[in-house]
């Protein structure tokens, strides 16, 4: 594997941590873990989708990154 796979999966296993997390109620999605684990997870998976040049992955990881910003964002105004 490539140094952009390997930062696509990383990306993409920080996004399935944080729902396997949320899932089993270790993490509520409210939390800081979880937020920053999607938007740190979110943010890799999409650069690593600009490298390869793969639009539908660029978008769908992009908004999942501003999503999970804006959650950020309110989680720390709240």
């Known amino acids: 594997m490539q140094a952009v796979d390997w930062l696509g999966f990383i990306g993409v296993l920080q996004i399935l941590l ?3 997390l949320n899932v089993t109620k270790k ?3 409210n939390s800081l873990a979880f937020i920053l684990l ?3 997870g979110a943010s890799m ?3 690593a ?3 390869l040049n793969y639009l539908p992955f660029i ?3 992009g908004i999942w990154a ?3 910003l804006y959650s950020l964002i309110k ?3 709240s």
Do not use: P, Q, R
Request: glycine content about 0%; aromatic content about 12%; charged content about 10%.
């Open 45 to 47: 998976a999409c650069f």
């Open 66 to 68: 501003l999503i999970a």
């Open 59 to 61: 978008i769908l990881e």
């Open 38 to 40: 999607n938007l740190v």
């Open 75 to 77: 989680h720390k105004t």
């Open 27 to 29: 993490v509520s999605s």
């Open 18 to 20: 944080a729902y396997f």
């Open 49 to 51: 989708s600009v490298l």
